[in-house]
Structures are given as structure tokens and as C-alpha cells.
């Protein structure tokens, strides 16, 4: 079977090489229908039918489909009668973790979400193999739809935003594997096509690198010292990491669509661009990161309507908005408030025409230039009204989306 790979600035999914007996995979399924399934747990996350049963889990019953990090995994009985899954599974030649057959009802949608871990480089990855679809059902992964058929085997960085659209009249029904990478996946997946220089080998984690830098600066030696700076600056970029994704995590809690992709070097703000009121994220220009949350902002605050028209600049498109800046300054505000994000990080010195430090000083100084706007578009109150009816204005949200 001949590999193909889904690419953005990375490769974001490909189809595997996997020799499989569809007829047998079929039966196994069929076996497996007769079973009761049970509605997947994350109901937040879906509309319509969507339900499970597991070949492996932490406690080897059919009913907990739970991905349970660090645990030890068992083969349900229902895997004992699957000789045809078995053998899939003995196939890939790595530890396996979480093992499931996945059902999305005809009509369903999956909403755009992630799975925080499941990148390749964090060590477990995610394998489908559709045993049931149709060309009417839309598995989008970084904004790509992957065309998976019957049969194939399809790995994807479901860490990256992901969603399903079955908009065909029958069930879509997948096995599900989370595997364990180790030297076998890798020659696995670079024969696919995957490029393991695309993916950062896993970071220490922070605790122990802020030990090391207590015990390195009582060495109080220049070798330890050029040490300390070096892991200092490591410090500082996992940190970046975390407040960004602290940021994607919130769009993703609100509603404001985002993909990583390609975008031009020409644009307002380097590294993003607002396509049809959706933010594009190249990981290769982008510079401030904080600059992901003033995006939303402009988002954010447009009416429902007109949000699907934002493309590139507002000025330029919406040239009726162009005087939201205060409203999304003081969204943007009050979201590092919530997000518990250093000012300094979505505020930053190389932004707002020179005037970030002034800004700031405005801002914590409770100046809120702009609020009538923002109380006008139902997001805040004025703190002074509110108080006066013993409740929180802003930066307190009233809500996040206008």
C-alpha cells in the first residue's frame, strides 16, 4: 500500500503501510456489535450519536474507554475473541496503550478539539483504521480533511486541532489505537514519509530544570554559571510554550476557530492571518505569540454575522470596525487577566506603534480606555455600576464572544 501524507508546515497526518484482512477485520466487527457500547465521556465535545467499546483498557473492562496515561493495559475479553484485531495489533511492532473501536452516528459532528499529548514527539501517538465511512464524512486534521478509506491506516497529531463531520446516512466506525513510539514506529513512519527533524525531541521537564539551576548557581564557577544561563534560556521558551498553550486551549474553549498553516511574510502581525474569520498560525514566522490572543480579539468582538467576512486586516475588509482596537485591547486585557498570562506577553514592547509600556501602565492603572464600547457590545460592565449592584464588572467577562 502506497503512503501518502496530509502536509502543513510539518507533516500533520499520513497513511501508514499495514497489510490488513478486511474480511476478517469486518467479522470481528460484527462480533463486536452485538455487544453493548457506551456513549463517549467527553459529551461536551460532540453532537449527535457518538459511542465506544475497548479492546484494551486500564482495567481490561469493555466499558472503560478512559486513555489513562502511565497505566498498565489490559486486553479485554471482547480482544480474546478477535483473532483478526489481535492480529493487527501484533502488526505494529510497539507497546500499546488505549485500544477502541470508535462509532460517530450518521449526522454527527466531533467539534474541533485536541488531544494534549498525542503529538509524536510526546512519546504516544494515535493510529485509525476506518472499518466503516463514507466520502460524506469530514475528518479534518490542522485544517486538512484526510480522505481515509476503508481498510487503511492513517496516523495523525491529533495533539493539532482536529475535528468529524459525518454528513453521510450511515454510522462511521473506526479501530483506535494509541501506541507507544519506540525505534520500530520510527523507521515505520520515515518510510512513510515523516521527517522526525520536524518534531523537537522531549523537553525536561520544568521542576527539574529549576533544581538544576539551584544547584548549579552554588557551584558559583564560570562553567556552571555559562550552564545556568543556558537552561535559563531553555526556561524561558518552555514558558512562552505554556502561556501559548494556555491561549489555544482558551480558543478552543470559546469558540474561535485556529490552525497552524502557511502564511505570507507580508502580514499585519508576522506569523498569523485571519482567514475567513479563522486564525492561520505558521509556526516558522511567527515572533510574538501573544499576538494569537489580539488576533481573537478582533474575532471576538465582530457580530456573528460578519465574522465569516474578516480576512487579513479589518481595516481593510471591515472598514466600519476599524474602531474596535480599544474594545479588543481591553478584551485581549482581560483575557491574559483570566488566562493568568503575564501582561507583558500579549502586550509586548514590539507592538502598538511603541506605546506597549504606556498601555500597560493604562491598563493596571485601571484607566480603561474604550469600556463603553466593550459594555455596549454586552462583553463587560462598567466596574463602578457594577459594584454599585454588588457584582464584578471589568475585566470581569460577561462573556467572551460578542
Known amino acids: 500500500m502506497e503512503a501518502n501524507a496530509v502536509k502543513t508546515a510539518t507533516i500533520s497526518a499520513l497513511r501508514l503501510p499495514l497489510q490488513?484482512?478486511?474480511?476478517?477485520?469486518?467479522?470481528?466487527?460484527?462480533?463486536?456489535?452485538?455487544?453493548?457500547?457506551r456513549p463517549h465521556f467527553n459529551s461536551k465535545d460532540y453532537e449527535g450519536g457518538w459511542d465506544s467499546i475497548a479492546l484494551r483498557s486500564q482495567d481490561g473492562q469493555i466499558d472503560n474507554v478512559y486513555s489513562h496515561p502511565d497505566s498498565d493495559y489490559q486486553d479485554t475479553w471482547l480482544l480474546a475473541e478477535c483473532a483478526h484485531f489481535q492480529e493487527i495489533l501484533q502488526s505494529i511492532q510497539c507497546e500499546k496503550e488505549s485500544v477502541r473501536l470508535l462509532r460517530q452516528a450518521a449526522g454527527g459532528e466531533i467539534k474541533t478539539h485536541r488531544d494534549q499529548g498525542l503529538g509524536?514527539?510526546?512519546?504516544?501517538?494515535?493510529?485509525?483504521?476506518?472499518?466503516?465511512?463514507?466520502?460524506?464524512?469530514?475528518?479534518?486534521?490542522?485544517?486538512?480533511?484526510?480522505?481515509?478509506?476503508?481498510?487503511?491506516?492513517?496516523?495523525?497529531?491529533?495533539?493539532?486541532?482536529?475535528?468529524?463531520?459525518?454528513?453521510?446516512?450511515q454510522d462511521r466506525i473506526h479501530l483506535v489505537i494509541d501506541c507507544i513510539r519506540n525505534a520500530w514506529t520510527d523507521a515505520w513512519l520515515v518510510g512513510a514519509g515523516?521527517?522526525?527533524?520536524?518534531?523537537?525531541?522531549?523537553?525536561?521537564?520544568?521542576?527539574?530544570?529549576?533544581?538544576?539551576?539551584?544547584?548549579?548557581?552554588?557551584?558559583?564557577?564560570?562553567?556552571?554559571a555559562d550552564l545556568v544561563m543556558r537552561l535559563e534560556a531553555e526556561s524561558a521558551v518552555h514558558q512562552v510554550q505554556v502561556y501559548t498553550e494556555r491561549t489555544l486551549d482558551f480558543l478552543d474553549e470559546i469558540g474561535i476557530a485556529w490552525r497552524y498553516g502557511s502564511v505570507s511574510t507580508e502580514t499585519f502581525l508576522p506569523g498569523l492571518e485571519v482567514r475567513g474569520g479563522s486564525i492561520v498560525i505558521d509556526r516558522d514566522l511567527l515572533l510574538y505569540?501573544?499576538?494569537?490572543?489580539?488576533?481573537?480579539?478582533?474575532?471576538?468582538?465582530?457580530?456573528?454575522?460578519?465574522?465569516?467576512?474578516f480576512s487579513g486586516n479589518v481595516k481593510e475588509v471591515l472598514p466600519d470596525h476599524d474602531g474596535d482596537e480599544m474594545a479588543v485591547i481591553l478584551w485581549t486585557y482581560a483575557a491574559s487577566i483570566h488566562l493568568d498570562l503575564p501582561l507583558e506577553f500579549v502586550i509586548h514592547d514590539?507592538?502598538?506603534?511603541g506605546g506597549a509600556n504606556w498601555l500597560r501602565d493604562e491598563l493596571t492603572s485601571g484607566n480603561?480606555?474604550?469600556?463603553?464600547?466593550?459594555?455596549?457590545?454586552?462583553?463587560?460592565?462598567?466596574?463602578?455600576?457594577?459594584?454599585?449592584?454588588?457584582?464584578?464588572g471589568f475585566p470581569v467577562m460577561l462573556r467572551w464572544m460578542r
Open 20 to 37: 490488513v484482512d478486511l474480511q476478517g477485520l469486518l467479522k470481528d466487527l460484527a462480533h463486536c456489535l452485538a455487544v453493548d457500547w
Open 120 to 169: 509524536y514527539a510526546d512519546g504516544v501517538f494515535r493510529l485509525h483504521i476506518p472499518l466503516r465511512t463514507h466520502h460524506d464524512v469530514e475528518f479534518v486534521v490542522a485544517g486538512l480533511r484526510l480522505p481515509m478509506q476503508v481498510g487503511e491506516c492513517w496516523f495523525a497529531d491529533f495533539s493539532q486541532p482536529h475535528s468529524v463531520h459525518n454528513r453521510s446516512v
Open 194 to 224: 515523516f521527517d522526525l527533524e520536524s518534531i523537537k525531541p522531549p523537553q525536561m521537564p520544568e521542576q527539574q530544570r529549576q533544581q538544576m539551576i539551584s544547584e548549579l548557581r552554588r557551584m558559583n564557577n564560570p562553567a556552571a
Open 289 to 309: 505569540p501573544g499576538d494569537i490572543l489580539h488576533e481573537a480579539g478582533h474575532i471576538a468582538v465582530l457580530p456573528p454575522e460578519k465574522r465569516g467576512l
Open 350 to 353: 514590539a507592538g502598538y506603534k
Open 368 to 392: 480603561f480606555i474604550g469600556l463603553p464600547l466593550l459594555v455596549w457590545m454586552g462583553l463587560s460592565t462598567d466596574p463602578r455600576q457594577a459594584a454599585l449592584d454588588g457584582k464584578e
